[in-house]
Protein backbone atom coordinates (compact mmCIF):
# COMPACT_ATOMS: atom_id res chain seq x y z
CA UNK A 1 0.00 0.00 0.00
CA UNK A 2 1.38 3.43 -0.99
CA UNK A 3 1.79 5.97 1.85
CA UNK A 4 -0.14 9.52 1.21
CA UNK A 5 2.56 12.13 0.64
CA UNK A 6 3.03 14.83 3.07
CA UNK A 7 4.10 17.85 1.36
CA UNK A 8 6.48 19.34 2.01
CA UNK A 9 8.38 16.65 1.21
CA UNK A 10 12.62 16.55 1.30
CA UNK A 11 15.25 17.48 0.64
CA UNK A 12 13.70 20.38 2.82
CA UNK A 13 14.64 24.18 1.79
CA UNK A 14 14.34 26.49 4.77
CA UNK A 15 10.97 27.85 3.22
CA UNK A 16 9.82 24.32 3.66
CA UNK A 17 11.12 22.99 6.42
CA UNK A 18 9.33 26.37 8.12
CA UNK A 19 6.10 25.17 6.70
CA UNK A 20 6.40 21.55 8.29
CA UNK A 21 7.38 23.01 11.61
CA UNK A 22 4.34 24.90 11.46
CA UNK A 23 2.01 21.93 10.02
CA UNK A 24 3.10 20.07 13.25
CA UNK A 25 2.49 22.90 15.06
CA UNK A 26 -0.84 23.30 13.95
CA UNK A 27 -1.49 19.50 13.94
CA UNK A 28 -0.54 18.78 17.73
CA UNK A 29 -2.46 22.21 18.99
CA UNK A 30 -5.32 20.08 17.81
CA UNK A 31 -4.89 17.80 20.39
CA UNK A 32 -6.78 15.20 17.71
CA UNK A 33 -4.57 12.02 17.68
CA UNK A 34 -6.29 10.48 14.45
CA UNK A 35 -5.00 13.84 12.51
CA UNK A 36 -1.62 13.69 14.44
CA UNK A 37 -0.64 9.95 13.93
CA UNK A 38 -1.07 10.19 10.17
CA UNK A 39 2.21 12.61 9.87
CA UNK A 40 3.74 9.74 10.87
CA UNK A 41 4.69 6.10 9.07
CA UNK A 42 3.00 3.27 9.84
CA UNK A 43 6.26 1.61 11.15
CA UNK A 44 7.36 4.83 12.92
CA UNK A 45 10.27 5.16 15.74
CA UNK A 46 9.73 7.27 18.87
CA UNK A 47 11.73 8.19 22.41
CA UNK A 48 9.26 10.74 24.03
CA UNK A 49 11.06 10.99 27.23
CA UNK A 50 11.82 7.76 28.36
CA UNK A 51 9.26 5.81 26.14
CA UNK A 52 10.06 4.04 23.17
CA UNK A 53 6.84 4.00 20.64
CA UNK A 54 7.11 2.01 17.95
CA UNK A 55 4.75 2.78 14.79
CA UNK A 56 2.06 4.77 13.91
CA UNK A 57 -1.27 2.54 16.31
CA UNK A 58 1.19 3.43 18.96
CA UNK A 59 1.87 6.70 18.54
CA UNK A 60 -2.21 7.03 18.58
CA UNK A 61 -2.84 6.03 21.55
CA UNK A 62 0.22 7.28 23.34
CA UNK A 63 -1.30 11.11 21.97
CA UNK A 64 -4.48 9.69 23.40
CA UNK A 65 -3.15 9.43 27.01
CA UNK A 66 -1.11 12.46 26.80
CA UNK A 67 -3.70 14.82 25.76
CA UNK A 68 -6.03 12.83 28.85
CA UNK A 69 -3.36 13.81 31.38
CA UNK A 70 -1.98 17.28 29.70
CA UNK A 71 -5.16 19.23 30.20
CA UNK A 72 -5.37 22.65 27.79
CA UNK A 73 -2.22 21.83 25.62
CA UNK A 74 -0.96 24.74 24.15
CA UNK A 75 2.46 23.89 21.79
CA UNK A 76 4.70 26.31 20.19
CA UNK A 77 7.61 25.12 17.65
CA UNK A 78 10.59 26.67 16.06
CA UNK A 79 12.65 24.98 13.65
CA UNK A 80 16.38 24.66 14.90
CA UNK A 81 17.92 23.39 11.98
CA UNK A 82 17.45 20.99 8.64
CA UNK A 83 19.28 19.68 6.14
CA UNK A 84 18.04 16.82 3.49
CA UNK A 85 15.63 15.02 5.20
CA UNK A 86 16.46 15.81 8.70
CA UNK A 87 15.00 18.85 11.22
CA UNK A 88 16.16 19.60 14.37
CA UNK A 89 13.61 21.53 16.66
CA UNK A 90 12.87 23.35 20.13
CA UNK A 91 9.57 23.58 21.61
CA UNK A 92 7.84 24.65 24.99
CA UNK A 93 4.27 24.04 25.27
CA UNK A 94 1.43 24.65 28.36
CA UNK A 95 -1.23 22.35 30.48
CA UNK A 96 -2.29 21.46 33.30
CA UNK A 97 -3.02 18.24 35.21
CA UNK A 98 -6.22 17.15 36.49
CA UNK A 99 -5.65 18.81 40.17
CA UNK A 100 -5.10 22.35 37.97
CA UNK A 101 -1.40 22.22 38.36
CA UNK A 102 -0.13 24.38 35.61
CA UNK A 103 3.44 23.00 33.54
CA UNK A 104 5.84 24.67 31.25
CA UNK A 105 7.50 21.99 29.42
CA UNK A 106 10.90 22.25 27.64
CA UNK A 107 12.13 20.62 24.71
CA UNK A 108 13.80 19.39 21.50
CA UNK A 109 12.89 16.90 18.91
CA UNK A 110 15.31 15.47 16.06
CA UNK A 111 12.96 14.29 13.13
CA UNK A 112 13.56 12.29 9.93
CA UNK A 113 11.17 12.08 6.91
CA UNK A 114 10.89 9.45 4.11
CA UNK A 115 10.53 10.41 0.31
CA UNK A 116 7.00 11.02 0.83
CA UNK A 117 7.13 13.81 3.33
CA UNK A 118 6.22 11.19 6.46
CA UNK A 119 7.87 11.34 10.09
CA UNK A 120 9.80 7.61 10.41
CA UNK A 121 11.76 8.86 13.83
CA UNK A 122 10.98 11.23 16.22
CA UNK A 123 13.00 11.50 19.38
CA UNK A 124 12.30 13.73 21.97
CA UNK A 125 13.73 15.30 25.47
CA UNK A 126 11.54 17.43 27.25
CA UNK A 127 11.46 18.92 30.80
CA UNK A 128 8.72 19.91 32.85
CA UNK A 129 8.80 23.53 35.13
CA UNK A 130 5.86 23.85 37.20
CA UNK A 131 4.32 27.36 36.58
CA UNK A 132 1.30 29.48 37.97
CA UNK A 133 -1.60 29.84 35.78
CA UNK A 134 -0.79 33.36 35.98
CA UNK A 135 2.63 32.71 34.47
CA UNK A 136 1.19 31.23 30.65
CA UNK A 137 2.90 33.06 28.23
CA UNK A 138 0.86 30.60 25.31
CA UNK A 139 -2.54 31.19 24.97
Known sequence: MATEVRF???PFTEETALQKVKLAEDAWNSRDPER???AYSVDTEWRNRAEFINGREAVKSFLKRK???EQDY???KQL???RNDR???QFEYEWHDADGQ???SYGNELWEFDEQGVM???YASINDLPILENERKLH
Open 8 to 10: PVP
Open 120 to 122: TKR
Open 36 to 38: VCL
Open 74 to 76: KLK
Open 67 to 69: WEK
Open 102 to 104: WYR
Open 87 to 89: MAV
Open 80 to 82: WGF
